[in-house]
């Protein structure tokens, strides 16, 4: 078959799955919402009635409603934005032990039936897509070190639900799409480039060693970029020690936090918030400053 009409089949495929996916979570939101209004009324017409022990139960009930309902919304809103781009890359990896692996690499995981069908650009399978070229390679998996080889790998643009262009990536051809990709910032507001990563700037994104990491570079280099990368990436894979109320964003000032609103999207949690606390320095410092010794704090802070 043409590889051209496999890719466009493909993606119908998949947009399918991810339409009825869509559905069952807008009809469990909507389920949800009328167990949380039902539950209101309860209280409201039951007020003076109910004992404190039911009343009790009653509010816990509504606690446990409004988080379903947060990670329902939050889901419904990665099925949205998967509807009009489910991925951007495939992996065609062989282990050297087993079945041969074709990896689909988008912003979020979607799953469909018990299957795999799209792989977070966060997972370790995706690694392979940033890390290596054709030929020797591997990634750690839950129970190890994978070792094989990529047979085969393709990059694609999807906008809308369509297919623009499809190629077989190299890395002359990935350097070619992040300029493409970087010559799209024309609102003059930071673009996500998880489908153009550098191998060396993956290296910073996926580094998890204890300590300060500083990312050093002339203007323009994607310095921000890649520190956000890296928090979306360290949120991914250890959520289960972190999330997004463990970052602070400080910003030299208001046009700044404005420049990067834009890769908010990245940030999207197993807890269903969206985004992060973003702070300017001028505003954050003086709450700060009753930690320093008197003598320590700036002079524009003493007296304070």
Known sequence: MDQGIED???????????????????NLLEGIDGSYHDTKRYLAEARGE?????????????????????????????????????????VDFKPEDGEGVEAYVGRFAFRFGNRSIVSDWRSPVAGLFYDYELGVAEYEAP?????????????????HGRL???????????????????????????????????????????????????????????????????????????KERLNSKSVVILSPNRVFGDYISILGDCFQMVDGREGLDEQE?????????????????????RGR
Do not use: W
């Open 8 to 26: 466009q089949q493909h993606l119908e495929t998949v947009l399918e799955m991810v339409r009825e996916a869509l559905g069952q979570a807008t």
């Open 50 to 90: 109910i004992d404190p022990s039911e009343k009790f139960q009653s509010e816990l009930a509504l606690s446990e409603v409004d988080r379903r309902a947060a990670v329902a919304g939050a889901s419904k809103a990665q099925l949205e934005k998967l509807l009009d781009s489910p991925y951007f890359a495939r």
């Open 143 to 159: 129970t190890g070190t994978v070792r094989g080889a990529i047979v085969g790998k393709r990059q694609f643009r999807i906008e």
């Open 164 to 238: 623009v262009y499809a190629v077989d990536s190299a890395s002359s051809v990935r350097d070619e799409v992040l300029q493409r990709e970087l010559s799209r910032t024309s609102d003059r507001k930071m673009r996500t480039i998880i489908s153009s990563i550098q191998k060396e700037q993956n290296a910073l994104i996926r580094d998890e060693r204890p300590g300060t990491l500083v990312i050093q570079g002339v203007a323009g280099s994607g310095k921000t970029s890649i520190a956000l990368h890296r928090i979306a990436y360290l949120l991914y894979r250890q």
């Open 281 to 301: 320095v001028a505003a954050y410092l003086p709450r700060c400053a009753y930690r320093l010794p008197h003598a320590q704090l700036p002079l524009h802070l």
